[in-house]
């Protein structure tokens, strides 16, 4: 998270390659761990490189299948190690590739920085 610098007020925010070193050793840790995982990215501000203070980390995490909804799986997965706050988005491969050619998706595959495909 962004920290206090040791004698100033002034608040450091994580730079865009501590982020991304970040995101791809917590993508290391979930692959290891559940061999569902089929892709691990980031896109918008971090991944565009016009982040800045208070940006947070949209990551998207994409899995063979899922029991849960959408809006409640994100809470199956921990962020608390990355550096920035982190809104996570969890498709299903089926779910990802019925967004193909929309809006969300072309801009996410414009957009994104993969740190893991299989």
Same mark, same amino acid.
């Given at each position: 998270? $962004?920290?206090?610098?040791?004698?100033?007020?002034? =608040?450091?925010?994580?730079?865009?390659?501590?982020?991304?070193?970040?995101?791809?050793?917590?993508?290391?840790?979930?692959?290891?761990?559940?061999?569902?995982?089929?892709?691990? @990215?980031?896109? @918008?501000?971090?991944? !565009? @490189? /016009?982040?800045?203070?208070?940006? /947070? =980390? /949209? =990551?998207? *995490?994409?899995?063979?299948?899922?029991?849960? $909804?959408?809006?409640?799986?994100?809470? !199956?997965? /921990?962020?608390?190690?990355? $550096?920035? $706050?982190?809104? *996570? =988005?969890?498709?299903?491969?089926?779910?990802?590739?019925?967004?193909?050619?929309?809006?969300?998706? @072309?801009?996410?595959?414009?957009?994104?920085?993969?740190?893991?495909?299989?």
């Amino acid at each position: 998270m $962004p920290v206090r610098s040791s004698s100033s007020p002034v =608040l450091k925010w994580p730079n865009a390659a501590t982020v991304d070193r970040a995101v791809r050793r917590w993508a290391d840790r979930v692959v290891g761990a559940r061999s569902d995982v089929c892709a691990v @990215g980031y896109f @918008g501000s971090y991944a !565009r @490189g /016009d982040w800045g203070v208070g940006s /947070d =980390l /949209d =990551l998207v *995490l994409i899995v063979d299948r899922a029991a849960e $909804p959408f809006e409640r799986r994100a809470a !199956r997965w /921990d962020t608390t190690e990355l $550096p920035v $706050p982190t809104e *996570l =988005l969890v498709y299903t491969k089926d779910e990802w590739e019925r967004l193909r050619g929309g809006r969300f998706h @072309g801009t996410v595959m414009r957009d994104a920085v993969w740190v893991y495909s299989r």
